[in-house]
């Protein structure tokens, strides 16, 4: 998914305004996969394929199950879901865990164009009941009309079909049911039509390749019975066609555009609508929507308006007009050549520096396929650009632009991917009223976008340790003092100076370089960066400047960061990099993470404020009168407040990479308010620290390990029988020889039997890697300074290191490492995360990793199915155990081994990360002895 910046709209809908869809929601439901991104192929009742038509009409939903566009399978069927309404959860409704996804929903009780729901077959003849390539399906509720497309014909039910592959009433653009071949053009003749419709007694077929739209002004009872009225042509065996379109400019410097749009023909028409008043046509070959005013009464009326092109002569995909670069769109030059740009907000300068545009944006168009009138305003799948156009007023102009986009998160990008908040090449619509229906042709799938109260922004769904995972860099001083010698921090191009003094110390020069950027554009500090200063204790310690970005998330890494001295300076100073670095998604989560669900600036989730207690048992999935959905599975709720809601995302999401997001409310006047679903990404591991509340910068919740005294052994290489692996205690010798079917695993657990005879330590094994932490039994600062050593015998293939050379670090054991009570290096110490994954039981048929149900103080260590490391100042942090934590949902203590060449420092910075995702950046204090 591509990055970008998005301006979000902080208004509340409410559900009288019709149009107000959210630019980025996701789909509330998903038909015909069993989630929403399963892409099953194995069609059934509740499978589908690659459809690309769907209507609505009496309490049933209409698939055309099939396609043109090369998207498999294609399956030649029309499905049919009567009573559909017992099928969907309403928006207000509580969903109950019912299924592995609740609003995966939709059962076919009737298919047409197959003998069963298992069949999807091609067929070779033209029947009375078979299909070839159905494209697209009307109904008014009463009438069925289904555009047979290979069979050059429309096929209508008079009644809604009741049973399998019942055969059609009457057929339009053949004489019979068994002829399916392409006439020559009259007002009966039919060649590959794409699109029906059926509206106050009227009938419209868009007859694709003949380029023209038919009209029948009673919906026909008779076999081929003749249109009324064309347009796209000026009669019935007219057929022109005017082929693509090409851009020209002549020698008189003029610019020509060479093609046969205009505002009474169309190329390759593939679908027709009307609102009873409006008429809409899919242009698909022209790359635009017609709009007639008023419904047409006379052969190849012109349209009066239409979008996707700048006027009616245009004609090409995504028109927004990249112009020569010696031309500046908008504005006559010098040859008198004046450009119209539908793409009005610019996207940077050419070399010439004029003005450039970008080629897509939501005014353009890309082979749309469907427009559908949505209560007063108008909806247009934009199929090339794998999304769905909303303009809220039905356009009067052309070259309208739209109010919202579903699909994407922005007017300027392409996703196109199987998350719940994306579409790929999105087909026919439909509208019952409350929901819109889109066929999401390449992902298999209908999605259904529901209209809501409440507006969750986009990424609303984060992870509650890590709210935004923030960029970061530091500037180094060092050196010695010189007065006069100029320091320079310089944050994306702009300069901040300190002279410095000859009472000067370093900490004196961080200071100044804080409070430079701190008081720049008067007083409210850089726009990019938040800064401090990094002091240490002692003399010889380097000090730094922080930079933490104040753009959340990956953009905060285009942040520039550079650090210069003035000639001949004795004090130095060096940036950590060229770019602030660390920025992360946080909205990015692994199963069982504990999310925060934010509210838009400005409104509320709920009246509500609950906290659960999850020592009492499971959390409860109502608190407050709030309900958290994730894909419909109702979720574990910590607690709610008006602006925030935190809640355990399932671990039964596993299987998937996107889910939706939605929160319903029973507020306290007794309404019930939902908000409109989200997406979330679904990814194996993305770890983040619990952090100290108010803290800034933000310090982590690191805690001391142990009471006693500890030391860290590491058994590695491999296994070599008469190998001889030794650990001493003082001047205590235990030696293993390993045998024959030693695994690393087994030789580290026999010296671990071997230490536990020791006098003064125990030995227990680490929770991750062959690692063996050796323990002293007298508690407190009596047990530090056991000497440690770790040898392998001559030429032997195990490696023996002691990562500890004695014992040390006692301390209180769950005691908050603070400044008053640092951490050491070598010590253990412990911090509380989330997001880690679904982990791994040494009890791999303990089911105890239940959603929403706290972690048995009595259960076994757990691992992380994604390898976990850990990075503290610089240095790598030995990850000794990453377990669920026992009393908590979805929390887990990550147990670290500081390096023991870790520096005095009150900031010293934290990470812990699996795979690509790095978590938040956190800090805590630390004494060098």
């Not at 003949?210 to 009673?218: A, E």
């Not at 090449?425 to 409350?434: C, E, L, S, Y």
């Not at 500037?475 to 007065?483: D, E, K, M």
């Not at 259960?859 to 240095?875: E, K, R």
Request: charged letters at 10%; one cysteine or more.
């Amino acid at each position: 998914m591509k990055c970008i910046s998005v301006i979000l709209l902080y208004t509340a809908v409410s559900s009288a305004q019709i149009a107000n869809f959210t630019t980025g929601q996701a789909a509330r439901l998903v038909i015909g996969q069993t989630t929403f991104t399963s892409q099953n192929t194995n069609s059934s009742d509740s499978v589908i394929g690659a459809p690309s038509g769907v209507a609505y009409g009496g309490n049933t939903l209409f698939v055309a199950d099939s396609n043109l566009i090369g998207a498999l399978p294609s399956n030649n069927r029309v499905l049919v879901y009567s009573n559909l309404s017992s099928m969907l959860p309403a928006p207000t409704a509580a969903l109950q865990y019912n299924s592995k996804c609740p609003v995966c929903v939709g059962t076919a009780t009737v298919v047409l164009g197959q003998p069963n729901f298992l069949s999807t077959v091609q067929p070779l003849t033209a029947t009375q009941n078979n299909l070839s390539a159905p494209t697209a399906i009307a109904s008014d509720g009463v009438h069925v009309a289904v555009a047979d497309t290979n069979n050059n014909r429309v096929l209508i039910w008079n009644r809604i079909p009741t049973v399998n592959d019942q055969p059609a009433d009457v057929v339009l653009g053949q004489p019979n049911f068994i002829s399916n071949t392409v006439l020559a053009p009259s007002a009966s003749s039919l060649r590959g039509p794409q699109g029906v419709w059926i509206q106050n007694g009227k009938l419209y077929i868009a007859d694709t390749q003949n380029n023209r739209i038919l009209v029948w002004n009673q919906i026909p009872t008779a076999n081929n019975a003749p249109a009324n009225l064309v347009l796209g042509q000026p009669n019935f065996t007219t057929v022109s066609n005017p082929g693509l379109t090409s851009v020209c400019c002549t020698t008189g410097g003029t610019i020509e555009l060479i093609n046969g749009a205009s505002a009474n023909t169309m190329f390759n028409p593939v679908s027709v609508t009307t609102d009873g008043t409006h008429l809409f046509v899919a242009d698909l070959g022209y790359n635009r929507i017609l709009i007639w005013n008023s419904l047409p009464t006379k052969n190849q009326q012109p349209a009066d308006t239409e979008i996707g092109q700048v006027d009616m002569n245009g004609a090409i995909p995504d028109n927004g007009y990249t112009v020569p670069a010696d031309l500046s769109p908008g504005v006559a030059n010098t040859n008198g050549i004046e450009f119209p740009v539908m793409c009005t907000v610019s996207d940077g300068v050419d070399s010439n520096g004029y003005a450039t545009y970008p080629a897509v944006c939501n005014s353009t168009l890309s082979f749309p396929r469907f427009a559908l009138a949505v209560g007063n305003s108008l909806a247009v799948a934009d199929s090339g650009n794998d999304r769905v156009l909303i303009y809220n007023t039905i356009p009067t102009s052309n070259a309208a632009s739209a109010d919202t986009i579903l699909g994407e998160i922005g007017g300027e990008v392409d996703q196109a991917t199987d998350a719940v908040d994306s579409m790929s090449t999105p087909g026919q619509m439909a509208w019952d009223g409350t929901n819109l229906y889109v066929t999401d042709t390449y992902n298999r799938r209908v999605n259904v976008y529901t209209l809501a109260t409440t507006i969750l922004p986009y990424q609303a769904v984060r992870n509650a340790a890590n709210l935004n995972i923030t960029a970061s860099a530091t500037v180094t001083i060092g050196g010695t003092i010189a007065s006069g010698n100029v320091i320079t921090i310089t944050i994306d191009n702009v300069n901040y100076n300190y002279t410095v003094t000859a009472t000067d110390t370093l900490d004196d020069v961080v200071i100044g370089l804080t409070q430079a950027i701190q008081q720049t554009n008067g007083g409210v500090g850089d726009p990019n960066v938040m800064v401090t200063a990094n002091i240490l204790t002692g003399t010889t310690d380097p000090e730094q400047v922080v930079l933490t970005s104040l753009i959340p998330g990956v953009l905060g890494n285009n942040v520039t960061v550079s650090a210069s001295t003035s000639s001949g300076s004795t004090v130095t100073a060096s940036a950590s990099g060229a770019n602030l670095t660390g920025g992360g998604d946080a909205a990015n989560l692994a199963p069982g993470t504990v999310a925060s669900i934010l509210a838009n600036p400005g409104t509320t989730l709920t009246d509500q404020t609950a906290t659960a207690n999850p020592s009492q048992g499971p959390l409860p999935t109502t608190l407050g009168g709030v309900s958290v959905y994730f894909n419909g599975i109702p979720s574990p709720i910590y607690s709610v407040s008006p602006t925030m809601i935190d809640a355990q995302i399932p671990w039964e999401v596993n299987d998937t990479t996107s889910i939706n997001a939605y929160v319903r409310a029973v507020l306290g006047n007794g309404t019930i308010a939902t908000t409109t679903p989200v997406a979330v990404t679904v990814v194996p591991a993305n770890p983040g620290i619990y952090t100290q509340a108010g803290s800034n910068p933000p310090q982590g919740l690191v805690y001391h390990a142990s009471s006693h005294a500890t030391g860290l052994v590491s058994v590695d290489g491999s296994v070599n029988p008469s190998d001889v692996a030794t650990i001493m205690i003082r001047d205590r010798t235990y030696n293993y020889t390993v045998q024959a079917g030693d695994t690393l695993d087994s030789i580290r657990d026999n010296l671990i039997v071997l230490l536990n005879q020791d006098p003064e330590v125990s030995a227990v094994a680490a929770g991750v890697f062959d690692r063996i932490i050796i323990t002293a039994l007298v508690a407190g600062p009596a047990g530090d300074n056991i000497p440690i050593q770790a040898t392998a015998s001559s030429g032997a293939d195990v490696v023996m290191t002691a990562f500890t050379q004695q014992t040390c670090c006692a301390n209180v054991a769950g005691a908050l490492v603070t400044n008053e009570n640092p951490a050491l290096p070598n010590e253990f110490v412990y911090l509380i995360a989330t997001g880690l994954g679904l982990p791994v039981l040494t009890d791999v048929n303990s089911p105890l990793i239940v959603t929403g149900v706290p972690y048995p103080a009595s259960g076994p260590v757990t691992a992380p199915a994604q390898s976990l490391n850990s990075i503290a100042s610089g240095s790598t942090a030995d990850v000794l155990q990453s377990t669920l934590m026992p009393g908590g949902v979805g929390t887990f203590i990550v147990l670290l081994h500081l390096n023991g060449s870790i520096a005095t420092n009150q900031t010293t910075s934290l990470t812990i990360a699996q795979n690509t995702y790095v978590s938040n950046i956190v800090y805590f204090p630390v004494v060098a002895q």
